[in-house]
């Protein structure tokens, strides 16, 4: 599985630039603008008083809630897009790849009942760390807990995560059918290579983020990059993952 997703990116990589490169950095680009036009608005009079940084807070709750949004797009798009590729599936033309004929909505749907799964599961792991937390030795509350945490996630992202290639090669296959049929002991060691990775590509970005101080448009090319990575390669081994799961019976 961990391979599989390595290489389908690095041994397809100029199909993977043509197919999901320019809706990546288009949608990063219009974040970036949206957060010049909203967030970095002072404010000039009126009722509304500024924060502390003297913006004003509802246009920050704008630009977050606009941000996700053309983010969550962004991301199934490509992941659709991949998704497909990985499958064999035909893939569209052009620098930027039509979804006429695609199921983006049904796969849109499927990554938001994705994300509402796992985020319930976060929230717990949360609320049951903010219980233990205080009883635990510091090293053990700041790092063993978390990557525990971002482990069970993690693992339980890749079970249920499984729905996403399928809806993507326009089959049906509930969160439920993905979680039972993705029970091979391997997604264990999987989850665990994915943490891994993932820490891997996110730390040295932001180490290098923060030795380059100010110059946030580093920063945020560094961001865009670490996450086309990260959107990429999941989406391989997701579909490993599918191809996996025996037929379901009817």
């Not at 970036?32 to 004003?56: F, K, Y």
């Not at 992941?79 to 590729?85: D, G, H, Q, T, V």
């Not at 264990?188 to 180490?207: C, K």
Request: proline share 5%; charged share 5%; with cysteine.
């Amino acid at each position: 599985f961990y391979v599989y997703g390595l290489k389908q990116l690095f041994d397809n990589l100029p199909t993977a630039l043509r197919l999901t490169a320019v809706v990546w950095v288009g949608a990063s680009v219009l974040v970036l603008i949206l957060g010049a036009l909203l967030v970095g608005q002072p404010v000039s009079g009126g009722d509304v008083r500024p924060d502390a940084e003297g913006q004003m807070p509802a246009l920050t709750a704008t630009f977050t809630m606009l941000s996700l949004v053309i983010n969550v797009m962004a991301a199934a798009w490509v992941s659709l897009i991949w998704s497909r590729f990985c499958l064999g599936a035909d893939t569209p033309r052009g620098v930027v790849p039509s979804l006429k004929g695609l199921p983006f909505s049904n796969f849109l749907i499927t990554v938001l009942l994705v994300v509402v799964v796992v985020g319930g599961a976060g929230l717990i792991l949360n609320i049951l760390e903010n219980m233990v937390i205080m009883h635990l030795p510091l090293l053990v509350s700041m790092i063993a807990l978390p990557l525990i945490s971002t482990f069970l996630m993690t693992w339980l992202l890749l079970r249920v995560g499984a729905a996403l290639p399928a809806t993507a090669a326009g089959q049906v296959l509930s969160l439920v059918q993905a979680w039972v049929g993705a029970r091979d002991k391997s997604i264990w060691v999987l989850a665990i290579l994915a943490v891994v990775t993932t820490i891997l590509l996110v730390l040295p970005s932001m180490l290098l983020a923060g030795l380059m101080g100010a110059n946030m448009l580093l920063h945020s090319l560094i961001g865009v990059v670490t996450s086309w990575l990260l959107i990429l390669i999941g989406t391989g081994w997701l579909v490993a993952i599918f191809r996996s799961i025996p037929p379901m019976s009817k």
